[in-house]
């Protein structure tokens, strides 16, 4: 019997998960299909509620459901309980898991393939939604100096640092607060390299080295890479990485068995390269 998965989203017609776990599908011999479904913006939970009936065993989630999908959810990890959002939902016995791979994703990458160091980092992350939510915990978790949390909403900045303000160093405030910071690592969890806008980026952002990452992904540079390089950035780096990482982690949740990346992210970046 072939388990079904999916990934919710609005838009979706873009994503690469069914194919990043129809490849982790056929490395580990598992027999399960996973597609790409489009739900309606205010009709997530009706969506999902038709995916169980269906037989639907477990979905990723994705902009902008994030938030929703762990409001939707009977049960939470603590990864999950602590970001605010979930993009790992599993189903049993009318039992919804909620999960948050993201983070887990971004610092796999970061550490694993991109080769970065975190222990002792200055980060500035930029935004406040579910993508930062995310990434907070396990940044922390992985033994960094300092977060800044940058927001135009400095108020929603403030909340999201003051949700893990127990687990260390979490500052926040507007991205004129970033000027002069010399960061190590800027990452962007916005969505602003989607429309192609200008973050309101101030000078001094980028320390010696600074490595400019982008939690989008697009053929070439992101238009924020661009704008970090303009601003001393040494290096810079897309989320394609991140997205097959959380998408093994999610594998791992849903199948007990955790697949191998590098291949998967070789052939995406090949055609991107491509495209």
Known sequence: MTDRYAVFGNPIGHS??????????TQTAQAMRYEALLAPLD?????????VEAGGR?????????EEAWRLCTQL???????GAVNTLSF???VVAGDNTDGAGL????????GVVLAGKRIALLGAGGAARGALAPLLAAGVQSIRIANLSIDKAAELAAGVADLGRVLAGGYEDLKNGAFDVVINATSASLTGATLLLPEGLCGTGCLAYDMMYGRGETPFMVQARALGAGRGADGL??????????FFVW???RPATAGVLAELRASLAEA
Do not use: W, Y
């Open 16 to 25: 690469k998960s069914p194919l990043i776990h129809a490849r982790f599908a």
């Open 43 to 51: 009709g997530f939970a009706e969506a999902v509620r038709q995916f």
């Open 58 to 66: 477990g979905a990723n989630v994705t902009v902008p459901f994030k």
């Open 77 to 83: 990890t603590p990864r999950a309980e602590r970001a």
């Open 92 to 94: 049993d016995g009318g």
């Open 107 to 114: 610092v796999r990458d970061l550490e694993s393939n991109i």
């Open 241 to 250: 990485g991140m997205l097959v990482e959380q998408a093994a982690e999610a």
């Open 255 to 257: 199948r007990g068995v």
